[in-house]
Nanobody
Framework: QVQLVESGGGLVQAGGSLRLSCAASGRIFSSYAMGWFRQAPGKEREIVAAISWNGGSTYYADSVKGRFTVSRDNAKNTVYLQMNSLKPEDTAVYYC?????????????????WGQGTQVTVSS
């Protein structure tokens, strides 16, 4: 089992930045692929970014490429999502997810473990 706790969400003006953190506890974090998803009201949960166990591979949704950066610190059991140039359409609850796999996981169904989410609101 892996327990995930997100933090760092909040209210920010358009063009601003936030950094989300996801702290993991439980089994060996360094062997887990990690992902960030978001869900806006009335919409499906969608992938934002993903990172492989050692950070060697990353994936970004087209909507966030060039603005968001995913990273991880296995010594701290933490994965990060740096979000720059935020837009009102980035407003959503952001979730981190984990799966015990060496590769990159980019689908919602590919993850078993989820955090509780953190709200990000971008005002125009």
């Amino acid at each position: 089992q892996v327990q995930l706790v997100e933090s760092g969400g909040g209210l920010v003006q358009a063009g601003g930045s936030l950094r989300l953190s996801c702290a993991a506890s439980g089994r060996i974090f360094s062997s887990y692929a990690m992902g960030w998803f978001r869900q806006a009201p009335g919409k499906e949960r969608e992938i934002v970014a993903a990172i492989s166990w050692n950070g060697g591979s990353t994936y970004y949704a087209d909507s966030v490429k060039g603005r968001f950066t995913v990273s991880r610190d296995n010594a701290k059991n933490t994965v990060y999502l740096q979000m720059n140039s935020l837009k009102p359409e980035d407003t959503a609850v952001y979730y981190c997810a984990a799966e015990s796999i060496w590769g990159l996981v980019v689908t919602r169904a590919g993850y078993r473990y989820w955090g509780q989410g953190t709200q990000v609101t971008v005002s125009s």
